[in-house]
């Protein structure tokens, strides 16, 4: 079946410091991938998403490229800040499109920025 | 708009006890998504609704749990006789029709603690 393997965590860096948080995948077809973010005492909210090879998705700074000959999608940001700690969580969905399918999760990466 | 909102979003219980989680979806979505997140774990799908109906199943550990929605709105999880390893918090997410089924739109999540 599916899976999604994340790097383990935690992880701590100094703000302004590069973030690199490593996603690999096994699917079937032609999955598309999302990073998802929960800050403290907060839900599960979209940071960006990928559905097809070679697509880079982006938002707040951060970027994941979906490569299929690796199977990943690693997420990174060049310069950290504070307010970038919270937990992210890799995703799959096992279609690019089409009806709607449940998530398959990696098991998250906690992430801790220090000033 | 309002997003996906969760109730109770704490729950305390005996074991051996039932208890109904409940979800309200963003207006217009779909497709309904339950899912479990134990501690320092990733999120596992419990089931989804496409309007009313339940396609997939597959994701509920036991016949002590079952689910249903009504009006294509509101969903209730149910777990029967509780267990202590049902400990965790239970997350609801929704979608909307079209291309934007992708994008799964989460809830604060109902934290459960089987005592």
């Not at chain 1, 935690?10 to 995948?25: G, K, R």
């Not at chain 1, 997420?75 to 969905?93: I, M, N, P, R, T």
């Not at chain 2, 219980?13 to 217009?28: A, Q, Y």
């Not at chain 2, 779909?30 to 339940?54: D, K, M, P, V």
Request: with cysteine; net charge negative; aromatic share 10%.
């Amino acid at each position: 079946g599916d899976s999604v393997t994340q790097m383990e965590g935690p992880v701590t860096l100094s703000e302004e410091a590069f973030l690199t948080i490593n996603c690999t995948y096994t699917a079937t077809g032609y999955p598309s991938l999302f990073w998802y973010v929960q800050y403290p005492g907060e839900g599960l909210q979209l940071l960006l998403k990928a559905t097809k090879a070679d697509d880079k998705g982006s938002n707040k700074g951060f970027e994941a490229t979906y490569r299929k000959e690796t199977t990943s999608f690693h997420l990174e940001k060049g310069s950290v800040q504070v307010s970038d700690s919270a937990v992210y969580f890799c995703a799959l969905s096992p279609f690019s499109s089409g009806s709607a399918r449940q998530l398959t999760f990696g098991s998250g990466t906690q992430l801790t920025v220090l000033p | 708009g309002a997003g996906v909102s969760q109730s109770p979003s704490n729950k305390v219980t005996e074991k051996g006890k039932d208890v109904e989680l409940r979800c309200d979806p963003i207006s217009g979505h779909t497709a309904l998504y339950w899912y479990r997140q134990r501690l320092g774990q990733g999120l596992e799908f419990l089931i989804y609704f496409q309007g009313n109906s339940a396609p997939d199943k597959s994701g509920l550990p036991s016949d002590r749990f079952s689910a249903e929605r009504t009006g294509e709105s509101v969903s209730t999880l149910t777990i029967q006789r509780t267990q202590q390893e049902d400990s965790a918090v239970y997350l609801c997410a929704s979608s909307s029709p079209g291309t934007g089924r992708l994008e799964q739109y989460f809830g604060p999540g109902t934290r459960l603690t089987v005592t």
